[in-house]
C-alpha cells in the first residue's frame, strides 16, 4: 500500500529518478492525512526539491531540513501540530532519494469561538445585525481548525460588518490559541465598528466631454443616507456597462481632512467618482473568411456624444460574396435599469441559394442584460424589436414582388454555463416571438422558435454537446421578409449542405419555409487544453410542415482549436441527402 501511495505522490510532484543534479526522488508515507492535507504536503515539499538542481553538498544538506520543516508547516496549517515527520536519506543507481514519513497525530478542532462588538454596532438598533453576524460565522465548535478557513472566516466578518454603516470597521484583536495537547483552538475575534458613516456630496473626476447628467442618472442618493457598499458597487457597474468610460470607480473619499462630524458621533464622508472617459471616436475593421459567406470584409466607426448628449453613434458597412451591408445606429445609455434603447437604418443586399432580396429598413430596438440574483452564473437577455421595412425580392425561375412591412419581435434567452465564450457545461434557453403585417394589403405574418443547448464536460477536457432548434411560421402571404422564413444547412446548422440550401423549392431557388427542425450531437476529445478533435451528428429539415419533413442528415470529423479570441473549429462533413463531402470553418480577425 505504501508503495502504491508512493507512485501517486511521484506523479502528482512530477519526479523522476535522476543523476544528483536533478530534484531527488521523493516517497511519502501520509499517515492517513485528508487529501486536501496532503495535496498541501506535495506543495510545500514540491517548492524545495527543485531548488535542489545543481546545489553543493551543504546546501542540499540545508535543502533536506527545510523540506522536513516544510512539511510541518504545511501539516499546521491543515490543523496537525503534534505531527512527527522523518526524512531519509538513500541512494539508488539513479541519484539520491528521500523517504518522507508523516505520523500526523490527532488533528485540531475547534474548541471554543468569542466573537466581541464594540462601537456603534453594539447597540439596539444593530442587535438583529448582530445576531446575523454570529449566526453566519462559519467555524463551529467541534469542526477542523484550518488556517486558511480561519483566515476566510475573520475576513468574512469585518466585510459583513463594514458593507454597510461601519466604513471604519476593523479588528482590535484576532487569536487562535492553540492547545496541542488536547487538539483544540480557542478563537478570539474582536471587532470595533467604529462610528457610523453616512454618504456626503458626490465629487466626479475625470470628466470631459461625457456630460456629469449621466453621472447622476446612475449615482442617485441624498446626502446623510447611510453608507452601503452594495450601492457602491452597483453604481460602479452601472457606470461602467454604459460604454463612455474605459474604468469607473465609485469610493468612499476617506481622506480625515473631508470628513464631517454629525450629531450621535456619526460621520459623513464625500461620495468620490474617478472615472477615465473611452475615446470618442473610434475606428475598427475586421477580415475574415468562411465556408458559409467566403471572405469578409467589414468597417465600423464610432462616436460617442453627439451634441453634448450621452448617446453614441455606430455606422458601417461590410460584404462577402452572399451580402452587402450598411447601417447607422444611434444608441442612448442605458436606464438604472439596464435597459438599451436604439434606433437605427439599414440597408441589406442578399444573394442566397438563388433568392435576391434588396431591403431598407428602419428600426428600434430594447435589450436588456442582467445577471441572476447573488452569485449565481445565470445570466438573463431580453429584446423587443421594430422594423419598419421595404423587400424587393427577385427568385430565380421563380415569382418576384416587391412588399412593404411592419413586423415587432420579442426574444428571451437564459444562459446558464461555465463560460459565455467557450462553453464546457450548462445550457441555454433562446425563444422568440415575431408578428408582422404587409403594409399594402394588411395581410398578417406570426413566427415563433426555441432553441435549446446543452454541454456537459467529461472528464478533465472532454465535452459533450447537444442543441435542438424548431421553428414554426403562420402566413396569410407569400411575400415574406427575407429573414421570417426558414432555410437551413451550412457550418453553423446543417453540416454536409450547402450554405441555406434546405427550404423550399421554387424555380431553381431555395425559398424560406413555414416549419424548421435541427439538432445536433456532438463529441470534442481534446488532446491537451488548446487542441482537440470532434465528431458530430447534424440532423434536420426545413419544410411546409413538421409531418413532410424528410430529414437531411450529415455527420463527420473535425479539429478545434481554443484561441483567445474563442474556439476555431474545421469540420469535415458528409451530407447524406445529397452524398457529397463538405469542409466548413471560419477564422476572422479585427483590426
Not at 453553423?492 to 424548421?516: C, D, E, F, M, W
Amino acid at each position: 500500500m505504501r508503495r502504491i501511495c508512493s507512485a501517486v505522490i511521484l506523479a502528482c510532484l512530477g519526479y523522476g529518478a535522476a543523476a544528483w543534479a536533478e530534484p531527488p526522488e521523493v516517497t511519502i508515507d501520509p499517515g492517513g492525512v485528508p487529501p486536501e492535507a496532503l495535496q498541501a504536503i506535495v506543495g510545500a515539499v514540491d517548492a524545495i526539491t527543485r531548488l535542489a538542481d545543481d546545489q553543493d553538498g551543504g546546501e542540499v544538506s540545508r535543502l533536506r531540513r527545510r523540506a522536513r520543516d516544510a512539511t510541518l508547516s504545511a501539516l499546521e496549517t491543515q490543523g496537525y501540530f503534534s505531527s512527527v515527520v522523518n526524512l531519509e536519506v538513500g541512494e539508488d543507481i539513479l541519484g539520491e532519494t528521500w523517504d518522507i514519513t508523516i505520523q500526523p497525530g490527532k488533528r485540531t478542532t475547534v474548541g471554543s469561538v468569542d466573537l466581541q462588538f464594540f462601537g456603534q454596532i453594539d447597540t439596539p438598533a444593530f442587535e438583529e445585525r448582530m445576531l446575523g453576524l454570529r449566526r453566519d460565522w462559519p467555524l463551529t465548535k467541534g469542526m477542523p481548525f484550518i488556517n486558511a478557513e480561519w483566515s476566510s472566516a475573520k475576513t468574512e466578518l469585518l466585510d459583513g460588518v463594514r458593507r454597510k454603516d461601519f466604513y471604519l470597521a476593523h479588528y482590535r484583536r484576532t487569536q487562535a490559541t492553540v492547545v496541542a495537547d488536547e487538539a483544540t483552538a480557542e478563537l478570539e475575534a474582536i471587532v470595533d465598528s467604529g462610528p457610523r458613516v453616512r454618504m456626503g456630496e458626490m465629487e466626479v473626476e475625470g470628466l470631459t466631454y461625457v456630460p456629469e447628467s449621466l453621472i447622476e442618472r446612475y449615482v442617485v442618493y441624498q446626502p446623510g443616507d447611510p453608507y452601503d457598499q452594495d450601492l457602491l458597487d452597483e453604481w460602479q457597474q452601472s457606470l461602467q456597462s454604459t460604454s463612455f468610460f474605459r474604468g469607473a470607480f465609485v469610493q468612499m473619499d476617506d481622506t480625515p481632512a473631508h470628513h464631517v462630524m454629525l450629531p450621535g458621533d456619526e460621520i459623513e464622508m464625500p461620495v468620490r467618482i474617478r472615472l477615465t472617459e473611452a475615446p470618442r471616436r473610434r475606428y475598427n475593421a475586421s477580415l475574415g473568411v468562411d465556408s458559409d459567406n467566403g471572405v469578409r470584409v467589414e468597417g465600423l466607426y464610432r462616436q460617442n456624444i453627439l451634441m453634448g448628449q450621452p448617446v453614441w453613434l455606430e455606422t458601417g458597412a461590410g460584404i462577402d460574396k452572399n451580402r452587402r451591408r450598411a447601417f447607422y445606429d444611434v444608441h442612448f445609455a442605458p436606464t438604472r435599469s439596464g435597459y438599451r434603447h436604439s434606433v437605427g437604418l439599414l440597408y441589406n443586399y442578399s444573394d442566397i441559394s438563388g433568392v435576391t432580396t434588396t431591403r431598407y429598413g428602419l428600426g428600434w430596438k430594447l435589450a436588456q442584460a442582467r445577471k441572476a440574483a447573488g452569485d449565481s452564473r445565470v445570466e438573463y437577455e431580453t429584446s423587443w424589436g421594430a422594423v419598419l421595412a421595404h423587400d424587393d425580392t427577385d427568385i430565380d425561375g421563380g415569382d418576384s414582388f416587391r412588399v412593404p412591412t411592419l413586423v415587432g419581435t420579442w426574444q428571451w434567452l437564459r444562459r446558464d454555463v461555465n463560460n459565455k465564450y467557450d462553453p464546457r457545461e450548462g445550457w441555454l434557453l433562446d425563444v422568440g416571438l415575431g408578428a408582422g403585417v404587409t403594409l399594402d394589403k394588411r395581410e398578417p405574418f406570426y413566427r415563433a422558435s426555441t432553441r435549446v443547448q446543452k454541454w456537459w464536460a467529461i472528464g478533465r477536457y472532454d465535452v459533450l454537446s447537444v442543441r435542438g432548434e424548431v421553428g414554426k411560421v403562420w402566413s396569410k402571404t407569400n411575400r415574406l421578409p427575407e429573414d421570417f422564413g426558414y432555410r437551413t444547412g451550412g457550418g453553423r446548422s446543417l453540416r454536409g449542405y450547402k450554405y441555406q440550401s434546405i427550404g423550399l423549392h421554387q424555380g431553381n431557388a431555395t425559398v424560406g419555409a413555414p416549419a424548421l427542425a435541427v439538432f445536433g450531437i456532438e463529441y470534442i476529445r481534446y488532446f491537451t487544453e488548446q487542441i482537440g478533435m470532434a465528431v458530430f451528428v447534424d440532423v434536420g429539415d426545413a419544410a411546409e410542415s413538421f409531418r413532410d419533413m424528410e430529414w437531411h442528415a450529415g455527420y463527420g470529423i473535425g479539429g478545434r482549436v481554443r484561441t483567445p479570441a474563442g474556439p476555431f473549429g474545421i469540420d469535415l462533413a458528409y451530407g447524406q441527402r445529397d452524398h457529397n463531402l463538405r469542409l466548413h470553418f471560419s477564422l476572422g480577425i479585427a483590426f
